[in-house]
T-cell receptor, first 112, second 111 residues
């Protein structure tokens, strides 16, 4: 069962628009990660942000982390049809090194 | 590296039969994870190993499920006897402790 929450559950946007999704968790973390899953495929790691970092960028991805609010956000800029996928956040708690707690995911549909 | 390898990719079996899922992690990775994904319950961690030793099996649904990792290159997840509610996609993932690398999954259908 998931230990984190994500919102929205689903997001539908047009190509070129930005997509933002949020994630919350309940315990102290070592790091928080975002993964993408295309339909019928395995999850693919996108980006990792450590507990002492506040923002991280990778290409068109921007992740923020607010440990005081126990929340993170993933922004995908200038979305493309190929960004259509489910996006999951996962956090690693300070007392379970190696183990990730996954959220329920946000389903993103980008329409050409 | 070929990534995490899982076999079979699809498995259809009848209730009561034994099912064995296989996983070859990325060479050099010391963590191996087994997950199950369904529409109803999402992605669930079943069990994970560190250096071939099971660390946390609290996610294993019941005694019908068992997992082994006899060496650093191979792990199995066995369901005996299988039930229709075990139908799901089972993923294996490996890591060095941070980011996890997922296999393509095994889609299991129990009739």
């Amino acid at each position: 069962s998931q230990q984190g929450e994500e919102d929205p559950q689903a997001l539908s946007i047009q190509e070129g628009e930005n997509a933002t999704m949020n994630c919350s968790y309940k315990t102290s973390i070592n790091n928080l990660q975002w993964y993408r899953q295309n339909s019928g495929r395995g999850l693919v790691h996108l980006i990792l942000i450590r507990s002492n970092e506040r923002e991280k960028h990778s290409g068109r991805l921007r992740v923020t982390l607010d440990t005081s609010k126990k929340s993170s956000s993933l922004l995908i800029t200038a979305s493309r049809a190929a960004d259509t996928a489910s996006y999951f956040c996962a956090h690693m708690t300070t007392d379970s090194w190696g183990k990730l707690q996954f959220g329920a995911g946000t389903q993103v549909v980008v329409t050409p | 590296d070929a990534g995490v390898i899982q076999s079979p990719r699809h498995e259809v079996t009848e209730m009561g039969q034994e099912v064995t899922l296989r996983c070859k992690p990325i060479s050099g990775h010391d963590y191996l994870f087994w997950y199950r994904q369904t529409m109803m319950r999402g992605l669930e961690l079943l069990i994970y190993f560190n250096n071939n030793v099971p660390i946390d099996d609290s996610g294993m649904p019941e005694d019908r499920f068992s997992a082994k990792m006899p060496n650093a290159s191979f792990s199995t997840l066995k369901i005996q006897p299988s039930e229709p509610r075990d139908s799901a996609v089972y993923f294996c993932a490996s890591s060095l402790g941070d980011e996890q690398f997922f296999g393509p999954g095994t889609r299991l259908t129990v009739l």
